[in-house]
């Protein structure tokens, strides 16, 4: 059997009764690949990036390997090369990537696995670009996976792929490298890390724990802050108010050195520069009330008995010297 002859509708069984889509024995679904961006996104929002991308590079493998061993049963292949040519023919009518071999060098007995190719229209890169955004970095995870899972399966050795350019990070199309993972290429060694099974739990029971303890250190420093800006408020409206001072409550040494330093300046007429924190603050010499002479001070109480007789007497003497 060819790999080109593989038509997609001749592949699966529709049951419309059962609602139903099978290809061989197993069920296969139909997504829409807008859904599966926003759920990338959701994902990465949630979990962070490192562990979605592992996530779904799993996902990508655990796909790709069913693949192979379902077109294995399909297909009577006369060649090991021709199961593996299946695998991109497959990704082509699932809808998911457009795959063009650049070179193949599979032979199981030497154990020589060196694949090169070419992707265009990846769905991945698509949808990452659509919901995320530009990537530093490549963004065909489980593509990649797929690869991986369906190589390992038909060459019965692990198989690893990686990416050196990829439209996600604004290549002109995506380019994949598929090696064995014995081999001595430090970048497929390092993807062995990638298909490493987390305990998801457990990490994420970390990161919620890690969560709550910085919600709470916020809750701290925001009523601190409260707490500051109310000190802050009683001072200024105290500073304002002549016998406020009085009223003003504090406990710490800072708090009372101000007081003191304010009570100390208080009945000059200095203008002073009041720091707190990064706040500053100008106190302006208090206005004193205006200045009226004193009043006169009030004659002997003998001066007021005398005075009506002398202003007689002052009369009488005026008269007699106009008749004299």
């Known amino acids: 059997m060819n790999p080109g002859d593989l038509k997609l509708l001749e592949l699966l069984t529709v049951d419309d009764a059962a609602g139903t889509l099978h290809f061989a024995h197993r069920r296969m679904l139909l997504f829409d690949a807008d859904a599966m961006g926003m759920l990338r996104k959701e994902l990465i929002e949630t979990l962070g990036l490192d562990r979605v991308r592992r996530i779904l590079t799993r996902f990508g493998y655990a796909c790709g390997y069913r693949d192979a061993l379902t077109s294995r049963e399909v297909g009577d292949w006369p060649s090991l090369a021709e199961w593996w040519a299946a695998g991109p023919r497959l990704h082509t009518l699932e809808g998911v990537v457009t795959v063009r071999v650049l070179r193949a060098q599979i032979d199981q007995a030497t154990g020589r696995f060196d694949v090169e190719a070419e992707w265009h229209n990846s769905y991945e890169a698509e949808q990452h670009h659509t919901h995320i955004g530009p990537s530093d970095a490549p963004v065909c995870w489980t593509l990649t996976g797929y690869a991986s899972g369906h190589s390992t399966a038909v060459f019965g050795r692990e198989?690893?792929?990686?990416?050196?350019?990829?439209?996600?990070?604004?290549?002109?199309?995506?380019?994949?490298?598929?090696?064995?993972?014995?081999?001595?290429?430090?970048?497929?060694?390092?993807?062995?890390?990638?298909?490493?099974?987390?305990?998801?739990?457990?990490?994420?029971?970390?990161?919620?724990?890690?969560?709550?303890?910085?919600?709470?250190?916020?809750?701290?420093?925001?009523?601190?802050?409260?707490?500051?800006?109310?000190?802050?408020?009683?001072?200024?409206?105290?500073?304002?108010?002549?016998?406020?001072?009085?009223?003003?409550?504090?406990?710490s040494a800072a708090f009372h050195q101000v007081l003191r330093l304010v009570e100390r300046v208080a009945p000059s007429d200095a203008t002073v520069l009041l720091r707190i924190g990064s706040l500053k603050h100008f106190l302006l010499p208090r206005p004193r009330p205006p200045q009226h002479p004193p009043p006169p001070a009030p004659p002997p109480p003998g001066l007021l008995r005398a005075a009506p007789r002398a202003a007689r007497l002052s009369l009488v003497l005026d008269r007699r010297r106009r008749m004299g």
């Open 159 to 251: 198989v690893f792929y990686y990416e050196p350019e990829c439209v996600g990070k604004g290549d002109g199309h995506c380019r994949v490298i598929g090696q064995a993972a014995d081999t001595a290429d430090p970048k497929v060694r390092a993807l062995q890390d990638d298909y490493r099974v987390e305990n998801i739990g457990a990490e994420l029971g970390r990161v919620l724990e890690a969560l709550d303890q910085q919600a709470k250190a916020l809750a701290q420093q925001q009523a601190k802050v409260s707490a500051l800006e109310s000190q802050l408020s009683s001072l200024r409206e105290a500073l304002q108010d002549p016998h406020g001072g009085a009223e003003l409550v504090g406990t």
